[in-house]
């Protein structure tokens, strides 16, 4: 394999929770000889080279990667693949470990997603697409309530809400549509039937109509305690979720993945990268809730703790279109993720308070922080510059000695407005 001749110079994208476990996990690699991040964070700038150059201004990006001779470009968030990074990288002859623009809608527009899924024969809820508001409330008075409105587009995982009443769904077809709550993604919108189950994440590297299971993991999307308040972009996970081990998540991946690579591969816009399928866990079996076209965030921190195989050698084969590396191995121990916010979100976060204990968290028995929405002031302390600011992870032999570790490490951080869900990982024991 290359990877074994030759030592390689990474650039990873991005500057979330999700890139700061990424960069970690990618440091270990014996294949890598340099890695940069862009633009990063705190975190991740004791993992390699942060560099100034904001995840969404492509050409910068792949300028600096000619620039330095980069042999690999590694995606973390979705916006820069909707943007088309990895066509920009193809045209400047950079192997990059991600989906092409056209492959990105699987994540860039919900509408998209559903077609592939009905042109596929997918299991995932009756929907409609509405581009005006009086018809999606129309059809939301028509079907009743509970009831999900989603933002067609890239909403950085606030454009979902779970309506529990019609009053409810009206106002968020009114805060997307008219009132422009989410800009351009929520122009148009999905509405589509309420799902009920367990909601699980499923991890898989593809290449064309190959796929090939990485792990699953469970989120806890809502900011309040006992799954109540808003939607965020994650308040926590767990790895591995209860009751979906490995023969159910390679029976997800035939169910629910490989239809839709095949589905690609017949439209002309084939699938390359890591796919997250988020599904529901239904009476009636595994039923799909969306794609991502990334790892998640948080699942990515709660999972790739547990990574004991070389993560950089499957990155470069897929940038390759090719899946033949060695199997991704875990190790058998839980890990659970619990987010540290700021006060607000996900509405208006308070940024600005100084961060303390990040250090002392870290230096606690299986726990690790990663930083999210965090930067440094003039004094070079830390502080809060985002909604999501810490991911504070715990690797134990069972869930609930991961959810005490993780929880000691939370203790150990504070912050004048931090937030957090008390409850990450109950659902699991």
């Known amino acids: 394999m290359n990877s074994r001749r030759k030592e390689l110079r990474v650039l990873l994208v991005g500057s979330g929770g999700r890139e700061h476990a990424m960069a970690e996990t990618l440091a270990k690699s014996p294949a890598l000889s340099a890695l940069f991040i862009a633009p990063g ?33 590694v995606p973390g968030p979705e916006a820069p693949l909707v943007a088309g990074l990895a066509d920009a990288c193809a045209l400047a002859g950079l192997p990059c470990a ?14 998209f997603t559903k077609e ?3 042109a596929a024969g997918i299991p995932t809820a009756a929907w409609e697409r509405f581009t005006d508001a009086p018809s999606a409330i129309a059809y939301v008075r028509r079907k009743g309530a509970p009831i999900v409105v989603k933002a067609d587009g890239l909403a950085a995982g606030k454009g979902v809400v779970v309506a529990t009443t019609v009053a409810e769904a009206e106002a968020a077809i009114t805060d997307m549509m008219t009132g422009g709550a989410l800009g351009d993604a929520g122009r148009s919108v999905v509405i589509e039937d309420c799902l009920v189950g367990e909601e699980v994440s499923l991890f898989a590297f593809c290449a064309g109509e190959t796929a090939c299971l990485i792990g699953a993991a469970q989120d806890h999307k809502r900011i309040g305690d006992g799954d109540t308040g808003p939607n965020t972009g994650g308040m926590g996970a ?8 490995r023969a159910e998540q390679e ?18 816009t084939p699938f390359r990268g890591v796919i997250f399928a988020g599904l529901m866990l239904t009476e009636n079996g595994p039923s799909l809730i969306e794609y991502n076209v990334r790892f998640g965030d948080p699942e990515a921190e709660a999972l790739l703790p547990r990574l004991t195989s070389d993560l950089l050698p499957a990155l470069q084969a897929l940038a390759e279109d090719r899946l033949d590396v060695a199997p991704i191995t875990f190790s058998n121990q839980a890990s659970l993720c619990v987010i540290m916010a700021a006060r607000g979100y996900p509405g208006s976060p308070e940024k600005g308070a100084v961060i303390h204990g990040v250090d002392t968290a870290n230096a606690l028995e299986g726990v690790r922080v990663f930083q999210a929405g965090t930067t440094q002031n003039m004094a070079g302390e830390l502080v809060v510059s985002g909604g999501r600011v810490l991911a504070v992870c715990a690797l134990a032999d ?3 000695e991961a959810q005490k570790r993780a929880y000691a490490g939370v203790k150990a951080i504070t912050w004048d407005g931090a937030v957090w869900r008390t409850d990450i990982g109950n659902r699991a024991l």
């Open 251 to 268: 029976a997800a991946l035939d169910l629910l993945v490989r239809p839709m690579l095949r589905e690609m591969v017949r439209r002309g």
């Open 41 to 73: 964070n705190p975190g991740t700038a004791r993992c390699g080279t942060n560099v100034p150059i904001g995840a969404h201004d492509v050409a910068a990006l792949v300028t600096f990667a000619r620039e330095q001779k980069i042999d690999l470009v």
């Open 398 to 400: 069972t869930v609930q």
């Open 116 to 118: 592939v899924c009905d």
């Open 98 to 111: 991600g989906p092409t623009q056209a492959a990105a809608q699987l994540e860039g527009s919900k509408s």
């Open 238 to 245: 767990v790895s591995p979720p209860k009751g979906f081990g």
